[in-house]
């Protein structure tokens, strides 16, 4: 059975990964460097409207995310997430992605990768609000 595309879902498949071992990991890893959206709708239970909006996402945005979590993954850090809104309230107008940490789409590297060690990469999926 799959994970629900949430906060305690995500938290469960991110410690299956990590628990794996290299080879297993490393194959997860080139799944998901591959095509991010195959890979979480073969691994999340996800809702139609979140299906929907995981076909909008700019093809750019999908490969950078994949490149980035797998790299976090490969070397042992976790991503943190953080969704506050409902599957069934995935409405692609009433919320927003916010991302800090993806790589730089020209070099391919993070700002603070000459430090040695993997940048963190958050993700957070918020409600809008209108005014």
Same mark, same amino acid.
């Given at each position: 059975?799959?994970?629900?595309?949430?906060?305690? &879902?995500?938290?469960?498949?991110?410690?299956?990964?990590?628990?794996?071992?290299?080879?297993?990991?490393?194959?997860?890893?080139?799944?998901?460097?591959?095509?991010?959206?195959?890979?979480?709708?073969?691994?999340?239970?996800?809702?139609?409207?979140?299906?929907?909006?995981?076909?909008?996402?700019?093809?750019?945005?999908?490969?950078?995310? &994949?490149?980035?979590?797998?790299?976090?993954?490969?070397?042992?850090?976790?991503?943190?997430?953080?969704?506050?809104?409902?599957?069934?309230?995935?409405?692609?107008?009433?919320?927003?992605?916010?991302?800090? &940490?993806?790589?730089?789409?020209?070099? +391919?590297?993070?700002?603070?990768?000459?430090? +040695?060690?993997?940048?963190?990469?958050?993700?957070?999926?918020?409600?809008?609000?209108?005014?």
């Amino acid at each position: 059975m799959n994970e629900k595309f949430d906060n305690q &879902g995500v938290h469960h498949m991110q410690n299956h990964i990590l628990s794996l071992t290299p080879a297993l990991r490393q194959h997860e890893c080139d799944q998901i460097r591959s095509d991010l959206v195959a890979w979480l709708r073969a691994n999340f239970d996800l809702h139609p409207n979140q299906h929907s909006q995981l076909a909008q996402m700019p093809s750019e945005l999908t490969q950078q995310l &994949g490149h980035r979590i797998a790299r976090s993954w490969e070397s042992d850090v976790r991503v943190t997430f953080q969704k506050d809104t409902r599957d069934q309230d995935d409405v692609p107008d009433l919320k927003e992605l916010i991302i800090f &940490g993806l790589d730089d789409p020209e070099t +391919g590297h993070n700002r603070l990768q000459n430090t +040695g060690a993997i940048p963190p990469l958050l993700i957070q999926i918020r409600y809008k609000y209108r005014m």
